[in-house]
C-alpha cells in the first residue's frame, strides 16, 4: 500500500513565552525570554534560582471549572493548547470522522504537583482523605485521555512516555499512524508541569540544572559557559491529517511531516552515548524516512539543553550525519528562550518548527556570548534570522537514551 502524505493544518501552544501560537512566536523571533527567578517553589530552598514558567493561564478560558479541578496543570496545559489546535485547523469532530481522529499526546513525568499534594495529605491526615482522583490526575497518560474526551476524538489514544523525548516521539508515531492508514487525523505533541519542589530537587540533585542566577543568561546552549538547563512547563500540540483529507476540506496547510528516526542509546541513564552516536542514528533514520540528503535541510532545531555533553555530543552528531554541510546549515536552541519544557520539548519545537517554514524565520540560539571550540556550527548567535526554510530537523534526546529526529518541509 502506498503511504500517504501526512500535513500539518492547526497548531496550539501554551509556553513560558506566551498562551498561545502567535505570542510564543513572536517572542521567539523577538528572541525575548520566558525564563525568570521560580516563584511555583520557594528559590531558597534550591541552588538553581530559575525557570520558565507558564504565565497568567486560566485553564476555565478551555473547560469548565469542574472539568478543571479534576485535572494537574499538566493536563489542563494539553487541553488548551489541543482545542486551540482543532480550531486553528477548523477541524470539526462529528460522528462522521470521530473514530478516524486519534491523539497521542507524551509527557515525561506527568501530574507530579498532584503526586506532592496528595501524598503531603496522606502524611498529615491518612489514607481516607487522598483524593479518589489522585490517580487519573497524576498518570501521564491522561493529557491524551482528557483531550480525546474534550474532544471526542475516538482513534487511537496513546502517550509517549519517553523523558525529553515524549514529545518528539508521540508526533513521530502519529504520522506513522497516518501514514499507515491507522486514522485520517491525529492531534499530537507533548505536555509538561514539572517545577514542584521534588522535581525540582531531583533535577538539582542529580546537577543538571543552572546554577546561574541571572535569569536573562541561565539558559545558554553552546556557549562555553553553559552550566545547565532551565526548567520549564507547558504544551506544544499540532493537527495532523491526511493531504487528501486537508485538501478535500479546503484547510490551510502549514507544512508537510516527511521523517522520523527513533533509537536508543543502550548507554547511560542520564548520560548520552559518546560522540552522540544515537542521536546520529536518529537524524539519520529520519532523512532516509523523508528521502532527503543533508544538503536538503536548511535548519535543525537542536535539541540544545545548555548542558555540557548534550550540546557538546548533538555538535558531534550532526557533524558525522552532515558532513561537509555541517558548517552551511542553521542550528539553533529555542530553549534559550522557552527554557527546557521536558516532555512537552518536542511539541513546542515542532510548533516552532512548523513556524520557521511558514514564515521564513530562523529563531536565534540567545544569550551566546563565549564560543566553545568543541561547539563551532553556525549557532545562529542572538537574533533571528529571516531567510527562506524548506526543510527543517528538529531533534529530541531523553534521559534513558531516548533520541528523536522529526523532519518538517515546506508543502508543494
Known sequence: MEERRVVITGLGAVSPLGNDVKSTWDNIVAGKSGVDFVTKVNKDDFPAKVAAEVKDFEPTSYMDKKDARKMDPFTQYAVAAAKMAVEDAKLEINE???????????????????????????????????????????????????????????????????????????????????????????????????????????????????????????????????????????????????????????????????????????????????????AARAMQQALDDANLSPADVDYINAHGTSTELNDKYETVAIKSVFGGHAGDVAVSSTKSMTGHLLGAAGGIESVIAVKSIEDSVIPATTNYETSDPECDLDYVPNKARKQNVDVVMSNSLGFGGHNVALIFKKYE
Open 96 to 278: 462522521d470522522i470521530a473514530n478516524r481522529v486519534g491523539v497521542w499526546i507524551g509527557s515525561g513525568i506527568g501530574g507530579m504537583q498532584t503526586w506532592e499534594d496528595q501524598h503531603k495529605k496522606f502524611l498529615e491526615k491518612g489514607p481516607r482523605r487522598v483524593s479518589p482522583f489522585f490517580v487519573p490526575m497524576m498518570i501521564p497518560d491522561m493529557a491524551a485521555g482528557q483531550v480525546s474526551i474534550q474532544l471526542g476524538a475516538k482513534g487511537i489514544n496513546s502517550c509517549s512516555t519517553t523523558a525529553c523525548a515524549s514529545g518528539a516521539n508521540s508526533i513521530g508515531d502519529a504520522f506513522k499512524v497516518i501514514q499507515r492508514g491507522g486514522a485520517d487525523y491525529m492531534i499530537a505533541g507533548g505536555t509538561e508541569a514539572p517545577i514542584s519542589n521534588m522535581a525540582f530537587a531531583g533535577f538539582c540533585s542529580a546537577k543538571a540544572l543552572s546554577l546561574n542566577d541571572d535569569p536573562q543568561s541561565a539558559s545558554r546552549p553552546f556557549d562555553k559557559n553553559r552550566d545547565g538547563f532551565v526548567m520549564g512547563e507547558g504544551s506544544g500540540i499540532l493537527i495532523l491529517e491526511t493531504l487528501e483529507s486537508a485538501q478535500k476540506r479546503g484547510a490551510r496547510i502549514y507544512g508537510e511531516i516527511v521523517g522520523y528516526g527513533a533509537t536508543g542509546d543502550a548507554y547511560h541513564i542520564t548520560a548520552p552515548a559518546l560522540d552522540g552516536e544515537g
